[in-house]
């Protein structure tokens, strides 16, 4: 017996945790491992034989209190406590298993402790950072819909001359007599084009404003990538001809539809 418990106290010593032996009558400590005065900062000789009291203080004592209640009814107690020691406030993981004696009752408990300080410190880390993202993200959600709102104005402003030159283009084609010189022709084709792609940027930009709001819907259609892409081109070749430049293509006869968004 006497070798057994001198292989228990050695491989108590050996644990990597804070180990203790509470007497459940008296609540004074029968044994502490190497571990536990070293959390303490206490001497093993002023720990054993003392009461719990004494050795944790007022206010670690009546935080533990209860628990302790619970191991001498029987029970295995496991919780997390913050203990104010003379180098510091030190967060634990406590475990609390009942020694019975040979009659059933509770003599004794041990006491298993781990320091998971650092491990507290990483999770308020992990929680601050958190909440300093989540602050960010509203902030940025917020000036996207302020964003949005005065793409939207702008594109008020902006349509409201739009229509009427539209309006009016259209009115002077249909108007023009026999006859007209066909750079006057031209020139109005030219104004009409224009105007149609700045109303078509315009719904573009209004696009941008819709998405940030997050009511941004795709409007999918089938589209002839044969007459798109000509229609395309011809858009531009205009003013690269203005430029002397030539804008030489060359599209495959098998071209697929496509959805796009229209």
């Given at each position: 017996l006497k070798t057994s418990n001198e292989r228990f106290l050695?491989?108590?010593?050996?644990?990597?945790?804070?180990?203790?032996?509470?007497?459940?009558?008296?609540?004074?400590?029968?044994?502490?491992?190497?571990?536990y005065p070293k959390l303490l900062g206490i001497p093993r000789d002023k720990?054993?034989?003392?009461?719990?009291?004494?050795?944790l203080g007022e206010t670690n004592y009546q935080n533990t209190l209860k628990y302790m209640n619970e191991v001498k009814s029987g029970k295995n107690v496991s919780f997390e406590d913050s203990v104010n020691l003379a180098s510091g406030k030190c967060h634990l993981q406590v475990n609390y298993a009942p020694f019975r004696g040979g009659d059933?009752?509770?003599?004794?408990?041990?006491?298993?402790?781990?320091?998971?300080?650092?491990?507290?410190e990483m999770q308020k880390a992990?929680?601050?950072?958190?909440?300093?993202?989540?602050a960010l993200r509203q902030e940025l959600e917020e000036e996207s819909k302020e964003r949005g709102m005065f793409i939207d104005i702008l594109g008020h402003e902006?349509?409201?001359?739009?229509?009427?030159?539209?309006?009016?283009?259209?009115?002077?084609?249909?108007?023009?007599?026999?006859?007209?010189p066909s750079l006057q022709k031209k020139l109005i084709e030219l104004i009409d084009v224009s105007t149609k792609t700045m109303t078509q940027r315009l719904e573009e930009?209004?696009?941008?404003?819709?998405?940030?709001r997050g009511s941004f819907q795709l409007n999918l259609q089938s589209v002839n990538l044969?007459?798109?892409?000509p229609g395309v081109i011809s858009r531009y070749r205009p003013s690269l001809a203005q430029n002397g430049n030539e804008l030489i293509t060359e599209l495959a006869s098998d071209l697929p539809d496509a959805e796009v968004d229209a």
């Open positions: 050695s491989l108590a010593d050996a644990v990597p945790a804070f180990v203790a032996f509470i007497n459940a009558s008296t609540l004074c400590y029968e044994y502490v491992n190497e571990e720990i054993i034989g003392n009461h719990v009291r004494k050795v059933g009752t509770v003599e004794a408990f041990v006491v298993l402790s781990s320091d998971i300080t650092q491990q507290k992990i929680r601050d950072l958190y909440e300093k993202e989540k902006l349509r409201t001359p739009l229509t009427p030159i539209l309006a009016s283009v259209g009115m002077l084609k249909e108007s023009l007599p026999e006859g007209t930009l209004l696009d941008v404003a819709r998405y940030s044969k007459e798109f892409f």
